[in-house]
């Protein structure tokens, strides 16, 4: 079950004057009354940060963590075997792309590092 916990302020008190001014509010704390305003900064709660978390009482089997490390490991279990291992994909330049990136670093005055790969990028 994911909850949500509302942190540090972000409202920019100096955006008129074009600059970045924050108020130094770190939590939000609801008033009794209102639970849409800060009782430290007194902003809406949608100026906080807003950050969901996981409950760690219960693991996904259902039964109870006994340890923080149980948790931990539990949790890394979850993220090597959850998603696919995605890899990121290598870029593929055409021989006209090729040329043009070639003829710009010789225009300002690059050369390549390794001789020898010049074959290796033909």
């Known amino acids: 079950m994911e909850k949500e916990i509302y942190r540090d302020c972000q409202r920019n008190h100096a ?4 600059g970045y001014a924050i108020d130094g509010c770190t939590q939000f704390i609801p008033f009794n009354n ?5 009782k430290a900064c007194d902003c809406p ?7 969901l978390c996981r409950d760690l009482e219960q693991s996904p089997n259902g039964k109870s963590f ?3 490390r149980e948790a931990k490991r539990m949790a890394r279990q979850q993220q090597s075997c959850g998603g696919v291992n995605m890899k990121q994909r290598k870029s593929k330049f055409s021989m006209g792309q ?4 070639r003829e710009l670093g010789e ?5 390549m590092r390794n001789k020898d790969r010049q ?3 033909n």
């Open 15 to 18: 955006c008129c004057l074009g």
């Open 34 to 38: 209102s639970k849409t305003h800060c």
């Open 45 to 51: 709660r949608n100026y906080h940060r807003k950050v």
């Open 66 to 68: 006994r340890s923080l």
């Open 98 to 101: 090729r040329e043009a990136m």
């Open 107 to 111: 225009g300002l005055g690059w050369s």
């Open 119 to 121: 074959e290796e990028i």
